[in-house]
């Protein structure tokens, strides 16, 4: 297995509506990532992934977007792109742009143009049919869209304004590689790459089985891992990504490890990585994402460890527990009363000390936890927004009660309240009027209160990270589970060469006991008060033989 830099690195996620406002309009922009370098470099990080900075109208917070060489208003312009990345080069941190590829916003100039008339050349940028199928979209409702002036319907497998591009003609392909050749001239080091596996669809375009309690098609059969997926993956390594030294990880909904495999194996010349849904899918219901399921340990860790072993010969493995579209990681996995700083930093062990890239995103550092939203009101996610009206106002499935109980624990908004920086109004986020609720737990809850405190959260993810760059083993070691059907307990081992790690974290708010006894010394834990074969409520402890 080959070494690399990205294999070895840990990345930070910006959200950057909600990371910092520099002038007081209540949006996050460029100039207040570029105030906050200093503290992500503190944070030993090495990579930041930086979801969309383009222009847009914002109908999905940028992942609709309307020019790709243009940077989003409210967000600043390209001089303040190029001097963040300068300064970030300066602060020894890389610069992951997130690609999304497979839609535009309808306000791009293609789909204008595409709309106008069946002959305008930018029509087969997209997708039309005379008639629709059965298809839904992930944001609710038919994924089809019917245009008047046309007299035809066009796919978009998210919201209405983010009609899907057509990938089989050639020149949007042409037109998206260039596109990404401008910004990697530009220096970037990398592309996250949105819901990368569905750039190419079943042309038959068949009407899909409808799930129960569903109104739709499941088209995932015919939109995800089509047939000329992996064609377009290394045509788009030929002409782009060979040609640089980047950090590529693709968004993968839908993929099992098996076909995940096919598009990170080295030889096969297509991206480095990508992120696995299998772990995040465990708490749904019978309405998708929307139940107040609790994920259970045992199921969890079969997840994790079937891409953790998929990948041992020849891939590569993403690993996080939350990102800018899932609920905070320790109020879903962990306790975010009573053992919030326990939890927090048990789950981030647990995951630090695993083999894969690690992902950090903003806020999770800190402990930061979900919302409690108490009106649809305070929501302003548009997959939020759409399931409320389907499943309380359309179909009367949930109580308005019951449905914000659910949005509080599974919604994306839980990402998306503002960065706490400090316990000054607006969590020092802004001296505006946020575009969204900060949490009222700043105050206890913030970047001021723990980056100088030893045993604070951010603290213990500073220690992890700096472990992780000091000891090949984390990065590269093989890993093999412990004690795979306790619901309480996630054990595992690392082994590399002669040396050996084994991790022992309490994932529950009782007691538990262990009969093996580690090798080596302790190398790190979140609480120093050890007790052998015990662990406290949310305990965990890593033992290094070398
Ligand atoms: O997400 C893709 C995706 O699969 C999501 O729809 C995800 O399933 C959902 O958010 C979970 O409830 C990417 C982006 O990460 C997301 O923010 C965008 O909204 C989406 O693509 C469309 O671009
Ligand atoms: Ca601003």
Redesign the pocket.
């Known amino acids: 297995m080959n070494k690399a830099w990205w294999k070895e690195a840990v990345v930070y996620q910006i959200y950057p509506r909600s990371f910092n406002d520099s002038n007081g309009d209540g949006i996050g922009d460029l100039q207040g990532i570029i105030s906050r370098l200093d503290y992500l470099e503190n944070l030993g990080v090495d990579v930041i992934w930086l979801s969309p900075v383009y222009a847009s109208p914002n109908e999905?917070?940028g992942?609709?977007i309307s020019d790709y060489y243009a940077i989003m208003s409210d967000f600043g312009t390209m001089k303040d792109f190029d001097e963040l990345l300068q300064k970030a080069h300066e602060h020894h941190l890389k610069i992951v742009m997130d690609l999304?590829a497979?839609?535009t916003s309808d306000e791009h100039q293609w789909f204008i143009d595409s709309r106008k008339s069946k002959d305008n050349p930018y029509h087969d940028y997209y997708i039309w049919r005379d008639q629709p199928n059965n298809w839904g979209s992930?944001f609710g409702g038919s994924a089809w869209q019917y245009d008047e002036n046309l007299n035809q319907y066009y796919l978009h497998n998210?919201a209405i304004k983010?009609p899907d591009l057509n990938w089989e003609n050639k020149a949007v392909r042409d037109d998206l590689y260039k596109m990404m050749r401008y910004w990697c001239d530009k220096g970037i080091d990398g592309f996250r790459m949105?819901?990368i596996s569905m750039i190419s669809k079943d042309q038959a375009f068949p009407d899909a089985p409808v799930p129960e309690g569903g109104l739709y098609g499941d088209s995932t059969a015919y939109t995800v891992d089509g047939p000329r997926i992996h064609e377009f993956l290394q045509e788009m390594n030929r002409e782009v990504l060979s040609k640089y030294d980047l950090f590529t990880v693709g968004?993968t909904?839908g993929l099992s490890v098996e076909r995940a495999l096919k598009y990170v194996q080295e030889d096969r010349h297509e991206l480095e990585m990508v992120f696995t849904?299998d772990h995040v899918s465990l708490d749904g219901g019978d309405y998708g994402?929307w139940s107040q399921k609790r994920t259970d340990l045992v199921d969890l860790k079969k997840a994790i460890m079937k891409w953790v072993k998929g990948c041992e010969n020849g891939g590569w493995n993403s690993l996080y527990l939350d990102?800018?579209?899932?609920p905070r990681a320790v109020s879903r996995f962990g306790d975010d009363g009573e053992y919030r700083e326990m939890s927090a930093k048990c789950l981030a062990l647990t995951l630090h000390l695993m083999r894969g890239t690690p992902y950090v995103y903003q806020g999770e550092e800190l402990g930061m936890t979900n919302y409690h939203f108490t009106s649809l009101e305070e929501c302003r996610d548009i997959?939020e927004i759409n399931a409320y009206k389907d499943l309380v106002t359309d179909r009367h499935i949930y109580s308005d009660q019951e449905m914000l109980e659910n949005i509080s624990s599974k919604g994306?908004d839980n990402a998306r309240t503002p960065m706490q920086w400090d316990d000054s109004q607006n969590a020092g986020f802004t001296t505006g009027t946020p575009w969204i609720n900060v949490n009222p737990n700043y105050k206890t809850i913030n970047a001021a209160a723990q980056v100088n405190d030893p045993n604070s959260i951010y603290n213990f993810y500073k220690q992890l990270i700096a472990l992780r760059h000091a000891h090949d083993i984390i990065v590269y070691g093989e890993m093999d589970l412990l004690y795979e059907d306790a619901h309480d307990l996630f054990a595992y081992t690392r082994s590399y060469n002669d040396e050996k790690i084994t991790v022992l974290a309490n994932w529950s708010d009782h007691e538990v006991t262990y009969d093996l006894t580690p090798e080596g010394d302790l190398l790190i834990t979140n609480d120093e008060d050890v007790t052998p074969h015990t662990l406290k409520p949310y305990q965990a402890v890593v033992y290094y033989k070398k």
């Open positions: 999905d917070n992942y609709d999304v497979n839609h992930v998210f983010q949105d819901v968004e909904p849904f994402k990102n800018h579209d899932q997959e994306r």
